[in-house]
Structure formats: C-alpha cells, structure tokens
Nanobody
Framework: QVQLAESGGGLVQAGESLRLSCAAS????????MAWFRQAPGKEREFVSG????????YYADSVKGRFTISRDNAKNRVYLQMNILKPEDTAVYYC????????????????WGKGTLVTVSS
C-alpha cells in the first residue's frame, strides 16, 4: 500500500522554524514529483511547494518564497520542508503529496496524499 507519513509539525512562535518530513513507502519514490500543500481552518487546500523527481527544480507559493525550502532524499524516500520565519498565517495542516504525472502544482493533480501534520504558529 502506498503511504505518505508526515512528521515534524508542532506549536511554535512567530519567527521560529520547523522542519517537516514526509516518509514515503509503497511506491517508486524517485519517479514521483513531490509537493507540500496546506489547509487552514475554513479555507481550501493550497499549494505550498513542489520539487521535481530528481530534485533539480523546486517551486514555491509566493507567500512562502524566501522563507521555506523544499528538498528530497531519494535514497531515503523522504521529502522535507524547512520552514523559517514562520508567521501566524502559516498555521495549517500540512500535507505531503506525490505526483507521477506531468501535472501542474494543484491538489487535483496529485496522486497520493499523506494524512497531514499540524503546524500552529502563535504570535
């Protein structure tokens, strides 16, 4: 069974950092582009960051560019999201997602999803 398992979420104060991890199993990890999405209470799920299969290119939502960094380790079947200078508006459940096809960075283009990890940023 395909499984994406996020970890690393928690409660932090504004300006602090968190590093999220996503462990993948049950798929050929290196053949999938990986992405992070987030969903705040009462809002739609939105794209945060994505990385290509080889890790040669990465993409970011304007709201996190310059603060967040996505990376992957194909040998460990893991993708990471380093989140710096966190803001209260970053508070959301963060989801790891996998995409084997040439989709755009959208929720509907993702093939598999993790269950999410909660990030809460207090002021």
């Amino acid at each position: 069974q395909v499984q994406l398992a996020e970890s690393g979420g928690g409660l932090v104060q504004a300006g602090e950092s968190l590093r999220l991890s996503c462990a993948a199993s049950g798929l050929f990890f290196s053949t999938y582009a990986m992405a992070w999405f987030r969903q705040a209470p009462g809002k739609e799920r939105e794209f945060v960051s994505g990385i290509t299969r080889s890790g040669d290119s990465s993409y970011y939502a304007d709201s996190v560019k310059g603060r967040f960094t996505i990376s992957r380790d194909n040998a460990k079947n893991r993708v990471y999201l380093q989140m710096n200078i966190l803001k209260p508006e970053d508070t959301a459940v963060y989801y790891c997602a996998a995409d084997q096809y040439a989709s755009s960075w959208s929720s509907r283009g993702m093939d598999y999803w993790g269950k999410g990890t909660l990030v809460t940023v207090s002021s």
